[in-house]
């Protein structure tokens, strides 16, 4: 980069007047930015270089009895001290803008300060003291039309303070920010509401030059944002009358040309050849002069905030940077080179925001790239592709000045560079995005805000009823798997309004009201709600699917496929004689969570059995498990329910589900998923379920499935035996012997669900 003055530099006092600040010639002569030394004049007309050789100059010699320099740079263009656009309000501190130390500076809409958690839903009456059960945490609304939705992005944000309030102090300090967590969480919500927080003064537009010296490494000018465009409009007018003056001259000089041929010369043929020549020097001069135009690689002339960039999955060349092939390098055709560089995603985020969502996705090399952008301050640029003829091209450094805010599951800190990672975590915060939040009547009335967000936000909905919203909270309890809490997989939600709305719009109603929520439910599924339901009413055609009676080792295991969906997994055994040493034989695409609950049961069969099973084969089949699979531990009380039932042959009833993890002393253990497990096994035909007592709390199935299956927490294997087994003696004579060789190895009352149960 050119050596330039920082535009946020103060003025340099006179010593021979101290009383007079900003005497220094370069500081109204383009905010004391100098000008590329190199660029050549063109026809008499002053180009950048004399503009630099004349701030140089300024530079040296003090300007003498009160003369100051015009400021003027000879393409007409005015660069103020000031770096901020001429539209830019004055700051909360003094007329510079600068905030004074210990002052927060204040935005549109109330000062960063008030920004923290406490934010309110406005626009309605409260409750004093709301009811418990009140699913509008004590709203007084009957649509949501009633409620005023923030202006800002960041008042918007809901359920995640921690991560909010992260934000708010990396945009007041420039930190860096990684944010983890599940798709739908909002970070890039966050990231987009970081960039109306950062200051839009500091805003820059970057210039590249031609190089005359060498024309394969263009220079680089910044200038306060909104000057660019005027820059380059100020030498394209000049190259506009060079050329005109130049098509004047050409055609004169043609016109003599031809007349001194045809007329004393006599040979019109000569004439015509010298007219050509002519003609072919004057348009390769014209060339000349177009290339003295600069090239405005970043414009942030009509931006209003602070750039956002969102680079997720971006090439090396949209990331970095890019220089474009040009064919035609011989014969003086070749485009100037400084035409061809394109800025990347790094330079467009200065005084920005930079996201790159799945960050693990970019490849090391550009991660190394965005180290040193992050580490300088600044990155040239140059051609992505080693075989183009941009690769010869490397311009001065181009300031990336930006904040990085990286995002990804909890996978992508896996292939991420452990330093860039070191450098986030050195220069700014690491942010943990939770998926669900404490259900209370705050955030019960944020959640109607949500609702009220995505309708203005999609601008084609209708507003929804006090009944609607209710329905979606009560969907939002349902989707987090847990009691006592809401969903923060806003995505998704926001998906279930849009649906109801939908309805709402194509009937041509003017609400949304509950029924169109409960249809968009329905409509709304997802693809393993689907297939689960398909695999449910093919099991019905071919009478796969048992729901009553009894059956020796065959039980009705319980899955979830996906996130939200169950589905009913039938589990068969079978005890033969071993021709070698015994072994337990799993099949049915088991994982390594799935085997490993296998040999866990296992331990369980081999202390409970009388008889000799090293001489035995147990063979356990997970029926119709697919492709997908079986992964995880959560039909262990399955696996050994059908062991002990084909050892002892006793029947199991099939009007019974069951799901559960198992620890090798005998505990029923919690698992996840535990609601769609239980409507599965209504939709399958089955009266009865049985979860694990730790369960108990996160059961939350909607109305039409609690008539139908009754739910039955356990907390010991003897107990699933008890209620799964047929036979009142038989029954009793194993559920005592397996009493007698089990213990529970976890103190009453002291198993609890998972804080984030996955999916089993």
Known sequence: MSNEKDANDPPTED????????????????????AP????????????????????????EEPTDGEEPDGVWDDGIVVDDDPRPDDAETGHGDETGVTPEGVTEQHEGGGIDELGSSVEVEGAKIEDDPDEDDLLGGLKIDTTAELEIPDRLVDQVIGQEHARDVIIKAAKQRRHVMMIGSPGTGKSMLAKAMSELLPKEELQDVLVYHNPEDGNKPKVRTVPAGKGDQIVDAHREEARKRNQMRSLLMWIIIAVVLGYALIIVGQILVGIIAAGVVYLV????????????PNLLVNNGDTKTAPFRDATGAHAGALLGDVRHDPFQSGGMETPSHDRVEAGAIHKANKGVLFIDEINTLDIRSQQHLMTAIQEG????TGQSERSSGAMVQTEPVPTDFVMIAAGNLDAMENMHPALRSRIKGYGYEVYMEDTIEDTPEMRRKYVRFIAQEVAKDGRLPEFTAEAVEEVILEAKRRSGRKGHLTLLFRNLGGLVRVAGDIARGEDADLTTRDHVLQAKGRSRSIEQQLADDFIERRKDYELQVSEGYVVGRVNGLAVMGEDSGIMLPVMAEVAPSQGPGEVIATGQLKEMAQESVSNVSAIIKKFSDENISEMDIH?????????????????????????????????????????????????????????????????????????????????????????????????????????????????????????????????GSVSGPSSPSPQ
């Open 15 to 34: 010593p021979d007047n101290p009383d007079e600040p900003g005497s220094e010639a370069s500081d109204s002569a383009g905010n004391g930015e100098d």
């Open 37 to 60: 030394d190199d660029v050549a004049p063109d026809d008499g007309a002053r180009a950048p270089d004399e503009a630099g050789e004349a701030e140089e100059s300024a530079d040296r």
């Open 282 to 293: 004057f348009r390769y001069l014209n060339r000349g002069s177009d290339a003295m135009i």
């Open 378 to 381: 600044e990155f040239s640029i």
């Open 620 to 748: 356990i089949q997970f029926v119709q498990a697919g492709q997908q699979g079986v992964d995880g531990d959560s039909a262990s009380i399955t696996v050994a329910t059908a062991v002990i039932s084909a050892l002892e042959n006793v029947g199991v009833d099939q009007s019974l589900a069951m799901t559960g993890s198992l620890s090798v002393r005998g505990d029923v253990l919690p698992v996840g998923g535990v609601t769609h497990k239980i409507e599965a096994a209504a939709k399958a035909g089955c009266t009865r379920v049985i979860i694990p007592q730790a369960n108990e709390q996160d059961v939350m199935i909607e109305d039409e499935y609690k008539e139908m299956v009754e739910i039955i927490p356990v907390s010991h294997i003897s107990e699933v035996l008890d209620i799964a087994l047929e036979g009142e003696a038989e029954k009793d004579s194993l559920v005592s012997r397996l009493k007698s060789i089990t213990g529970s190895a976890l103190k009453e």
